[in-house]
């Protein structure tokens, strides 16, 4: 089994790349936003390897961290969603922007990767929803806070806000952070016409 590969990058097709370990050359399957964040050939590269093994194939995925793999693994656990398909979702959707968009109850954020459809995007925010605080990583801090506004727990005056900032053009996720910031920021306890004037107030910033 494989778990990490050092080496330097050989070769970067359109969804793998190639990593020479002293010599031997391995394939990498990776997101796009991975190979993206990769450097050209020649360059050191440290890549956490999922290793798949099947009858007629061995197949490496490559993330650039452990909480990208831990994800790409999660994903698979909901029905209809496969090692492409996740790949897909981490191409979309950084570690963070997925714990936001799950915790937030975004199905159409996850819908934007290709091969996600509606009922698998439903699938993954609902199936996931109780996992993807314990792998927000960035998004840690608030992430609390976004789940009481995805399962409509969160006080009206907070809810109204961010239905507010969302219907000026803002993602949820960024009106959330902006409302968020607001209560920590003095508005603890205000009416949704002071949250949103302290929120906008942050997104201006």
Same mark, same amino acid.
């Given at each position: 089994m494989i778990g990490k590969l050092k080496g330097t990058i050989d070769e970067i097709g359109d969804d793998h790349v190639v990593v020479d370990v002293h010599g031997v050359c391995y394939v990498a399957y990776c997101s796009t936003r991975t190979l993206s964040r990769l450097g050209s050939a020649g360059e050191a590269v440290v890549l956490f390897i999922? =290793?798949?093994? $099947? *009858?007629?194939?061995?197949? +490496?995925?490559?993330?650039?961290?452990?909480? *990208? $793999? *831990?994800?790409?693994? #999660? #994903?698979?656990? /909901?029905?209809? /969603?496969?090692?492409?398909?996740? #790949? !897909?979702? +981490?191409?979309? #959707? =950084?570690?963070?922007?997925? !714990?936001? !968009?799950?915790? +937030?109850?975004?199905?159409? /954020?996850?819908?934007?990767?290709?091969? /996600?459809?509606?009922?698998?995007?439903?699938?993954?925010? =609902? *199936? +996931?929803?109780?996992?993807a605080p314990a792998f927000a990583g960035e998004a840690s801090a608030s992430i609390g806070f976004k789940q009481e506004l995805g399962e409509g727990v969160a006080s009206a005056p907070v809810a109204d806000a961010v239905s507010a900032l969302t219907n000026l053009g803002y993602s949820r996720d960024q009106a959330a952070n902006a409302v968020a910031a607001a209560l920590k920021n003095g508005g603890e306890g205000g009416d949704s016409a002071k949250l949103i004037r302290l929120g906008l107030r942050e997104l201006s910033r």
């Open positions: 999922e =290793t798949y093994v $099947r *009858e007629d194939q061995i197949r +490496l995925f490559g993330f650039l961290s452990a909480l *990208e $793999r *831990e994800w790409f693994n #999660l #994903l698979q656990s /909901v029905q209809g /969603v496969g090692a492409k398909v996740a #790949l !897909a979702v +981490l191409s979309t #959707l =950084t570690p963070s922007e997925l !714990a936001n !968009a799950i915790a +937030l109850q975004d199905k159409v /954020v996850v819908s934007r990767a290709p091969g /996600v459809g509606p009922k698998v995007a439903v699938r993954i925010v =609902t *199936e +996931l929803r109780n996992k």
